[in-house]
């Protein structure tokens, strides 16, 4: 019977507020990254790496048309 009760409680602490106080604190971190990463970049005078949208979109049909 104990056992079962601090399983429960186990498993209502874990879903209820580890998980999501990980969850906030990784999507905080990943924001965090992005941000200081493209303020590096614009710092050095980088431009992005990926390219533009119609560079995309024929990237993709090329792709698409070699099936």
């Known amino acids: 019977m104990v056992k079962n009760i601090v399983f429960f409680l ?11 106080i990980l969850t906030i604190f990784g999507l ?5 990254y992005a941000t200081v990463s493209q303020l590096a970049n614009a ?5 992005a790496k990926t390219p533009d949208a119609s560079t995309a979109r024929e ?7 070699d099936r």
């Open 10 to 20: 186990g498993c209502i602490l874990a879903w209820f507020i580890v998980l999501p």
């Open 28 to 32: 905080i971190a990943l924001v965090g």
């Open 43 to 47: 710092a050095r005078g980088r431009a």
């Open 59 to 65: 990237i993709a049909r090329q792709v698409c048309l």
